[in-house]
């Protein structure tokens, strides 16, 4: 049986702005539904059976140069590459997109949104962060 993960936002809170990017604090909750033989839904319905988890912390790095989301069950900084997002990464993206755009599940696949809005290929997919707030030195 194959899942497919979803999120609900209680809040999002900008911590700080610098160099043209944003960085949110963002409280949600995680949910997944089982899809047999890989009957997956297009989008969200009321009807789904959703196992929602508790509600959890997580910081959005806005920025056109280094996209990044951090899910604080694994602290790991995801960068995003929106010209190639693997299929692990769909759900990062989604997260991404709503926080610093309000953009619907999916917008990310969009080549022509994606260019209204300005992304590029990341200036690295490597940082290293002791906190989110290091993440302006890769912007500056």
């Given amino acids: 049986m194959e899942t497919c993960g979803w999120f609900k936002i209680q809040s999002i809170r900008r911590l700080d702005q610098r160099f043209g990017a944003a960085l949110y604090g963002v409280q949600s909750t995680y949910g997944e539904s089982e899809h047999p033989n890989d009957r997956y839904p297009d989008k969200y319905s009321p009807s789904l059976r959703i196992k929602w988890e508790k509600t959890s912390n997580s ?12 899910f604080n069950d694994d602290h790991k900084p995801d960068v995003l590459n929106f010209s190639e997002i693997a299929g692990f990464q769909e759900f990062e993206a989604n ?9 619907p599940a999916y917008m990310w696949d969009n080549a022509s949104a994606m260019r209204k809005y300005g992304y590029r290929s990341p200036s690295t997919d490597n940082v290293s962060i002791r906190s989110p707030e290091d993440l302006f030195r890769y912007v500056k």
């Avoid at 997260?95 to 953009?103: L, N, P, Q």
């Fill in 95 to 103: 997260f991404y997109m709503r926080v610093c755009h309000g953009a």
């Fill in 59 to 70: 910081f959005v790095f806005c920025s056109k140069a280094v996209p990044v989301v951090i």
